[in-house]
T-cell receptor
Framework: EAGVAQSPRYKIIEKRQSVAFWCNPISGHATLYWYQQILGQGPKLLIQFQNNGVVDDSQLPKDRFSAERLKGVDSTLKIQPAKLEDSAVYLC?????????????FGPGTRLTVL | SQQGEEDPQALSIQEGENATMNCSYKTSINNLQWYRQNSGRGLVHLILIRSNEREKHSGRLRVTLDTSKKSSSLLITASRAADTASYFCATVPGNTDKLIFGTGTRLQVFP
């Protein structure tokens, strides 16, 4: 089966600019996740969708980050305006069920550099 | 916040040797998962062990779980250069349905 697709793979922007990332999960996977991974650390969950509803967004900085999952398939994550500390790899993952039961499949990630 | 702490932070071994990585966590869990991350294949799921299980095997991988000590270990036997990667434990705390990753162990296997 095709894996989780993400684009772009790399993005360089100036601080205070906006950026958007796109994710297409594995077909049939109900749950979609966005993680932020800062260099040298483990991934940190930003937001979790079940179909097109938000399950958890407790660690999403809502003053600058937003995410949506239209029609329960593709998802976009936006940062507006970006800060230097947002430099990280943004990983999208999907699973058939919720995290409590199923393994997650990760995309290749988008490496964001904020100058 | 990150729940899991892996130990050691970095490990270097020769091909053919065994590698053991440990993970400690803070709260009760539904399950614990191990993931591998390298530049070639990204983040890949290795094993999921549930809170009522004590040991699981998958190929050259062996995972143990001790819920009384809130710890887990990942053993890679007969390591290969291709096992060079960062290894993360990730837990699903008992009162949530989300995965929380630890800090990772960087494994280097020399040919």
């Amino acid at each position: 089966e095709a894996g989780v697709a993400q684009s772009p793979r790399y993005k360089i922007i100036e601080k205070r600019q906006s950026v958007a990332f796109w994710c297409n999960p594995i077909s049939g996977h109900a749950t979609l996740y966005w993680y932020q991974q800062i260099l040298g650390q483990g991934p940190k969950l930003l937001i979790q969708f079940q179909n097109n509803g938000v399950v958890d967004d407790s660690q999403l900085p809502k003053d600058r980050f937003s995410a949506e999952r239209l029609k329960g398939v593709d998802s976009t994550l936006k940062i507006q305006p970006a800060k230097l500390e947002d430099s990280a790899v943004y990983l999208c993952a999907s699973s058939r069920g919720l995290a409590g039961a199923d393994e997650q499949f990760f995309g290749p990630g988008t490496r964001l550099t904020v100058l | 916040s990150q729940q899991g702490e892996e130990d050691p932070q970095a490990l270097s071994i020769q091909e053919g040797e065994n590698a053991t990585m440990n993970c400690s966590y803070k709260t009760s869990i539904n399950n614990l998962q191990w993931y591998r991350q390298n530049s070639g294949r990204g983040l890949v799921h290795l094993i999921l062990i549930r809170s009522n299980e004590r040991e699981k095997h998958s190929g050259r991988l062996r995972v143990t779980l001790d819920t009384s000590k809130k710890s887990s270990s990942l053993l890679i036997t007969a390591s290969r250069a291709a096992d060079t990667a960062s290894y993360f434990c990730a837990t699903v705390p008992g009162n949530t349905d989300k995965l929380i990753f630890g800090t990772g162990t960087r494994l280097q296997v020399f040919p």
